[in-house]
């Protein structure tokens, strides 16, 4: 074999090398990543629409701000900040196992708000869900007043899903601008409704 | 001998050289690959309720150490006098389930002294597949009184035969091809369906 035939095939090697590292670089920096293949399937809605999942069914039907709130069983909150109140409607779609409103945020900015467990009974925040019998009642947020001026409490999104873990699940997404929303001195609001018409 | 033919034959000299580990990898590999997957699917099915023991209500099935009969299957509309009593919510129906359970001693003597535990559930099935599934509404916030002497679960501790009793609140109206499953953990993946005329 030549000299020059084994030039050749060192170099048709190197070349098949670095074609190769250069394909594996690609996909290494275009493959999606853990957190991108397992997020939560958005549904997006506006405020007023019965928006559907493939297990969850909600409609985010009005959101108030306030400074104390007084829930259906008697609990009354005070805060250092103000209460988001958001009224919502949410059932099951087709199981019931393991159903509940394990899911309730929301996301201003870079912040995320987890429904207060405080009201306990007042509130829907992870009640269970039966098949197509939502269940209505208030959601209640605790943020920081000086939030609600920031750009990004402009475009606040009330995150709803069937579980706490909404990986690879439904999350329902309902945009809100609390920036024009008027700041209440004090909210009641009403009884949790089990199969509302 | 040729360029070409030379190296024809030094490739059919390294296949010869080497068929055995060949052989090997192409008959490993794939085994090896099924064997996981047997084995990871395996465990995980064993776990799921996934071969039904189907029968049609008012047939008696022996499953899990009991005969189980559905006796009776009504619904109670929420606008009706009673499902106002019961405090049904408002564009639903309640169905009340009635099985008749008598169980017998297991098979297994380390179980002989146990009847059977057990969930119920209400399926809406799709040919083969499930639609849709309601668990037991017994702890809803509803008022339904379940008759004397009328069990609410399955209480192993009940060696005599009782009736069961199930409750689920379903929308109005609900129809299709419904079916009662009962579930006995040690039976797993079998379970009982029972197909209810409605």
């Known amino acids: 074999m030549s000299a020059r035939s084994t030039l050749a095939r060192a170099v048709a090697s190197g070349a098949a090398l670095a074609a190769i590292l250069v394909v594996a670089a690609v996909v290494a920096h275009t493959a999606p990543s853990e957190e991108v293949w397992q997020a939560p399937m958005v549904v997006s809605g506006v405020l007023g629409e019965r928006i559907g999942g493939r297990n969850i069914e909600a409609t985010v039907d009005e959101v108030r701000v306030a400074e104390t709130v007084t829930v259906s069983t008697g609990w009354s909150g005070t805060t250092s900040g103000v209460w988001i109140v958001v009224d919502a409607s949410v059932s099951a779609v087709v199981d019931e196992f393991g159903a509940r409103l394990g899911t309730a945020n929301l996301v201003i900015g870079a912040a995320t708000y987890s429904a207060s467990e405080r009201p306990d009974l007042g509130s829907i925040q992870g009640m269970g869900l039966t098949i197509g019998i939502a269940q209505s009642g208030p959601l209640l947020f605790e943020v920081p007043r000086s939030l609600l001026s920031t750009d990004a409490a402009s475009a606040a999104r009330i995150q709803l899903a069937i579980s706490n873990d909404p990986r690879l699940d439904s999350l329902i997404v309902v945009t809100v601008d609390l920036t024009s929303i008027e700041i209440q001195r004090s909210i009641e609001t009403g009884p949790i409704e089990w199969g509302r018409p | ?198």
């Open chain 2, 1 to 198: 001998m040729t360029t070409g033919a030379l190296r024809a034959h030094q490739a059919r000299g390294w296949l010869r050289r080497n068929a055995i580990a060949l052989v090997a990898i192409i008959i490993l590999f794939p085994t090896a690959i099924a064997i996981t997957l047997t084995t990871e699917w395996g465990a995980y099915n064993q776990g799921r309720a996934t071969q039904a023991v189907a029968v049609v209500m008012g047939d008696t099935a022996d499953f899990g150490g009991a005969r189980w009969t559905v006796e009776s299957a009504r619904t109670l509309d929420s606008a009706s006098g009673a499902g106002r009593d019961a405090r049904l919510p408002l564009g639903s129906d309640l169905m009340v389930v009635t099985i008749r359970v008598e169980p017998r001693p297991l098979d297994d003597a380390d179980d002989a002294d146990d009847a059977p535990s057990c969930s119920t559930q209400l399926v809406q099935l799709d040919g083969s597949t499930v639609a849709r599934r309601w668990t037991d509404a017994g702890f809803s916030d509803i008022s339904w009184v379940t008759a004397e002497g009328v069990e609410t679960f399955c209480d192993s501790e009940i060696r005599t035969p009782y009736s069961l009793e199930s409750l689920f609140v379903v929308p109005h109206a609900t129809t299709g091809d419904l079916a009662i499953i009962v579930e006995v953990a040690d039976q797993l993946p079998r379970f009982l369906q029972i197909s209810l005329p409605l």
